[in-house]
């Protein structure tokens, strides 16, 4: 590296077992609850937490906006 080109690399943590729950209007049901996240070693940073209640067979949505800093910078 430090050739100066952009380079896009793949984070596979908790969150590529979560769906966009913000795509087309919805509502993500999980994410950082900051009453919860006091109570929890990590916080937000290392945790996510249930929103609402999640039934037996439902996806797991977040907000992919809260994975990415800018998709400008890489012209998305």
Not at 15 to 41: F, H, I, K, P, S
Request: aromatic residues 10%; charged residues 30%.
């Amino acid at each position: 590296m430090g050739d100066g080109e952009l380079r896009i690399s793949v984070d596979l943590d908790e969150g590529a077992l979560c769906n966009d729950g913000e795509w087309d209007g919805g509502e993500a049901n999980t994410g950082c609850d900051e009453e919860a996240a006091r109570d929890v070693q990590g916080g937000c940073i290392d945790n996510y937490f249930a929103l609402s209640d999640i039934k037996a067979g439902e996806e797991f949505l977040c907000s992919y906006a809260q994975f990415a800093g800018s998709w400008k910078e890489f012209g998305l």
